[in-house]
């Protein structure tokens, strides 16, 4: 039992900092991962890294999460998954829920208004190149 609370912590605390450090999305975080889970702790061999890269791609969801999840399951079961999934999410979570407080208690300043009218063109203009790249 107390193996299992070591190795949950240890799952919970790299993947909170894969999750606080993982930017560009879920692919960019299975380097983070690997170097994690394969090359610092040796929780996973690389042919065990590729499969569970191949699962976490082909299961719906994002490919970072479901890589953090599996790889807990694989060292600790269910509980190491559910630590390295929240651990993984942990930062981002934060993020949002700060952001959203501060939009709750700010969100009518005229200053930060106007701010957000005059980003819309922008992400128009960023969606639309972004449709139109996948299209052609």
């Known amino acids: 039992m107390c193996e299992l609370i070591a190795v949950c912590t240890e799952l919970f605390l790299r993947f909170l900092k894969i999750g606080a450090f993982s930017f560009g999305g879920g692919y960019a975080s299975l380097t983070l991962i690997r170097e994690e889970a394969v090359t610092a702790a040796?929780?996973?061999t690389d042919a065990d890294f590729t499969g569970l890269c191949a699962l976490a791609e082909i299961t719906p969801g994002p490919v970072g999460l479901n890589a953090a999840s599996f790889?807990?399951?694989q060292t600790a079961g269910f509980p190491g998954a559910l630590t390295a999934t929240l651990g993984f999410l942990f930062p981002s979570v934060s993020i949002v829920w700060l952001l959203a407080a501060l939009f709750r208690k700010y969100g009518s300043h005229p200053l930060l208004r106007q701010v957000?009218?005059?980003?819309?063109p922008v992400i128009c203009a960023m969606v639309t190149y972004a449709a139109v790249s996948m299209l052609l």
Do not use: A, F
């Open 116 to 120: 957000l009218v005059s980003l819309r």
């Open 42 to 44: 040796g929780w996973l």
């Open 71 to 73: 790889t807990g399951w």
